[in-house]
């Protein structure tokens, strides 16, 4: 509703997501005011696991921290970070010495069009020890743009294909959000309270997720294959 003055409040869905099991671990419902990245899961949580989020939660110290808890992490980056760059390799794993030293703004005209570029990138902060990680920029012919992919996993282990790879698997955090918002009848609501509005959004988000629970119960006893989504779609009828 924060697009028209005539319905100008509005709230935002904070969700932490299992990809492995398609559950949601964690909801929260706040003001759309509000940041995103207060609603993230705390790094000491995250020992173990592989963290996903998109460019609004790109957090620098954040993410040293989830590395220090020898958890890690794939997040998209936004185009206006501007590190300088300490190494450097292309798709094959190639050394590009012509990059070492430069600043991360200077050399993307002269990789427009070129394929992924596997980088460690370093933040100087003052006086602290400097910031480094690892970023996989990939060229966007559809955008005509960079993604910038920032991540603390081994570049021995995981190539460039792979963790582009698996950062497709946060898609599925959109496509829950997509399920929610056009079959869990989550509409603007014909009130003045808050307390009402909040009760409804939650109520909505409680018969979601039943429904996805059934789904999955389902396709657990049957051993067949059952989409979430047509499941919420054939919850509207009843």
Same mark, same amino acid.
């Given at each position: 509703? @924060? ?6 409040? %509005? ?12 559950? !949601? ?12 990245? %207060?609603?993230? !899961?705390?790094? &000491? ?11 609004? *939660?790109?957090? /620098?110290? @954040? ?6 808890h020898r958890g890690a992490f794939i997040v998209r980056a936004p185009v206006s970070i501007n590190p300088r760059i300490v ?13 070492? $030293?430069?600043?991360? /703004? ?19 902060? $003052? ?11 990939? *060229? ?12 603390n996993l081994d570049r021995s282990r995981y190539d460039t294909l792979a963790i582009r790879e698996a950062y497709r698997l946060?898609?599925?955090? &959109?496509?829950?959000? /997509? &399920? ?11 009130? $003045?309270?808050?307390?009402?509005? &909040? $009760?409804?959004?939650? %109520?909505?988000?409680? =018969?979601?997720?039943?429904?996805? *629970?059934?789904?999955? =119960?389902?396709? @657990? ?9 047509? %499941?919420?779609?054939? =919850?509207?009828?009843?």
């Amino acid at each position: 509703g @924060r697009f028209y003055t005539s319905n100008a409040a %509005a709230v935002e869905l904070h969700v932490s997501l299992d990809v492995l099991t398609g559950v !949601p671990l964690e909801v929260a419902v706040s003001p759309d005011t509000d940041s995103e990245r %207060a609603h993230q !899961p705390e790094a &000491e949580t995250l020992t173990g696991c592989l963290f996903m989020a998109d460019r609004g *939660y790109f957090d /620098k110290t @954040r993410l040293c921290a989830i590395d220090q808890h020898r958890g890690a992490f794939i997040v998209r980056a936004p185009v206006s970070i501007n590190p300088r760059i300490v190494e450097a390799y292309d798709a094959e794993g190639t050394p590009l010495p012509a990059l070492l $030293g430069r600043k991360l /703004k200077t050399v993307r005209y002269a990789l427009w069009g070129a394929g992924p570029v596997d980088l460690t990138v370093e933040w100087q902060d $003052g006086r602290k020890a400097p910031i480094r990680m690892r970023l996989i920029m990939t *060229y966007n012919p559809r955008h005509f743009g960079f993604q910038y992919l920032a991540t603390n996993l081994d570049r021995s282990r995981y190539d460039t294909l792979a963790i582009r790879e698996a950062y497709r698997l946060r898609w599925q955090v &959109e496509l829950l959000f /997509k &399920e929610w918002k056009s079959y869990a009848n989550l509409h603007a609501f014909n009130t $003045g309270k808050r307390a009402i509005a &909040e $009760g409804l959004i939650w %109520a909505s988000l409680t =018969a979601a997720a039943l429904n996805r *629970y059934m789904a999955h =119960a389902t396709q @657990r006893i049957t051993t067949l294959e059952i989409s979430t989504q047509r %499941a919420a779609l054939s =919850a509207v009828h009843f």
